[in-house]
């Protein structure tokens, strides 16, 4: 198996996850071609997205509990909401957040249960993006396919200075390619990621350009058209430059296709939304009309970005939206069978575990926090302003410089433990 190293992307997050995930496809595709002969990026970006997706089910079960005890404990949410609607000063937020702090630990839930799901699908979606777009860089069986087009560009005399005129011709810079590196590995490299993001039409220009290896650059390109291939389309291409290139050449099924390709990952993502259960909040509420901005926003954002980038991960975009839709249909049904009472009762179960570990007694503690946060807080009537948020912020003082043995250092653990790491 060839090694690859010098082509993929090395930004510090992002890197190593790209690097991961194409460990994971360069498996699929050779599983693919070994067992069935089946040697096709689009299908192998196709089974990569079910099984990231299927790896994400137990949070995405998870993110459904989630929203359906919020819809459980809505009526409470509103009670406090409504006990400190209007209060503004310090003392009354002090509070309100407590009692809410108190809710959410009575049903064994976090604040932020549903955020981790949607701060783990975009890194994701990013290094995909990587991936897709250097995709030899991964998969060891298509580099491979650039094998004789490397070797015949570099022992071509002046192939330093062709290959930058044809890059500038082709608007190819963003690439950034040095031809003139002294490490020939580091050349070839260039080469291979330059010849593999260039559009169909730019083949002619490289038969042009290097005359003498024609017959090798028609055996590249029919390769990787063979290996890119997804319905007639090349993934490499962008909806943008195949419709471009289509309506030049009057083949308006493939205007048709590509056109298809942003349109149905609009669809598909609009469709995740209706299958969301969507909580019992007012409609009129500021994080009501967010969430449904959100909602309408973001698939419309994608359907003109689905235009510019390569159909690759358009074709991931769309069958990831496919398989969550899917998911969610049979996630949707299991919820409904949930006893809500069962759930919460592990929950709490779970929680207590966690603090049990941690060496703390829930009750003493939430006891010893609730005492030292009225102590702490008593003011006077008569006090100023002034002297009222000058006492708080004493009290608050005290609170995080407690000695780390004292019930004050215990509750104010529980409290930062409530808010980061309940469930």
Same mark, same amino acid.
């Given at each position: ?23 994971? @496809? +360069?498996?699929?595709?050779?599983? $693919?071609?070994?067992?069935? %002969? *089946?040697?096709?990026? #689009?299908?192998?970006?196709?089974? /990569? ?46 509070? @309100? +957040?407590?009692?809410?702090?108190? $809710?959410?630990?009575?049903? %064994? *839930?976090?604040?932020? #249960?549903?955020?981790?799901?949607? /701060? ?304």
């Amino acid at each position: 198996m060839t090694t690859i190293m010098l082509t993929q992307y090395s930004g510090a997050i992002l890197g190593p996850i790209a690097k991961i995930l194409g460990w994971i @496809m +360069n498996w699929i595709y050779l599983f $693919l071609q070994n067992v069935f %002969g *089946i040697e096709n990026i #689009g299908l192998t970006i196709i089974v /990569l997205t079910i099984l990231i997706y299927m790896c994400m089910l137990p949070l995405t079960v998870r993110t459904q509990k989630f929203s359906k005890l919020q819809q459980r404990m809505q009526p409470e949410t509103k009670a406090i909401q409504e006990k400190y609607k209007g209060k503004r000063d310090q003392q009354s937020q002090m509070a @309100m +957040n407590e009692e809410m702090q108190e $809710l959410y630990a009575k049903y %064994g *839930i976090s604040p932020t #249960g549903s955020c981790l799901p949607m /701060l783990l699908q975009l890194p994701v979606f990013l290094a995909l993006y990587r991936m897709i777009y250097n995709v030899p860089a991964y998969v060891s069986s298509v580099k491979s396919a650039f094998d004789g087009i490397v070797e015949g560009i570099v022992n071509t005399p002046g192939y330093q200075d062709i290959m930058d005129k044809f890059v500038e011709a082709e608007k190819l810079t963003s690439v950034g390619a040095d031809f003139h590196n002294e490490d020939l590995l580091v050349v070839k490299n260039y080469i291979v990621d330059t010849v593999y993001k260039m559009s169909t039409s730019a083949w002619d220009t490289l038969r042009e350009s290097f005359p003498s290896l024609i017959d090798v650059i028609d055996s590249t390109e029919t390769q990787l058209n063979h290996v890119n291939n997804f319905l007639g389309m090349n993934i490499s291409d962008s909806p943008f430059a195949i419709i471009t290139n289509s309506m030049a050449s009057h083949s308006y099924l493939f205007v048709f296709l590509a056109l298809m390709v942003p349109i149905s990952s609009y669809a598909s993502q609009m469709l995740n939304i209706k299958l969301m259960p969507q909580a019992d909040t007012d409609p009129n509420s500021a994080m009501a009309k967010q969430l449904k901005a959100m909602n309408y926003t973001m698939p419309i954002f994608s359907l003109f970005l689905c235009f510019t980038v390569p159909v690759g991960l358009g074709i991931y975009w769309l069958f990831s939206s496919l398989t969550r839709g899917v998911q969610q249909y049979f996630v949707n049904k299991h919820i409904q069978n949930l006893d809500l009472d069962d759930v919460i009762a592990q929950n709490l179960e779970k929680r207590k575990k966690k603090l049990e570990k941690m060496g703390i007694n829930e009750n003493q503690i939430r006891s010893a926090a609730r005492m030292n946060t009225k102590s702490s807080v008593q003011l006077s009537a008569s006090m100023t302003k002034e002297e009222r948020d000058s006492k708080i912020e004493k009290a608050y003082s005290y609170r995080k410089e407690a000695n780390p043995n004292s019930l004050t250092a215990k509750a104010n653990l529980v409290k930062d433990f409530n808010e980061r790491n309940n469930k």
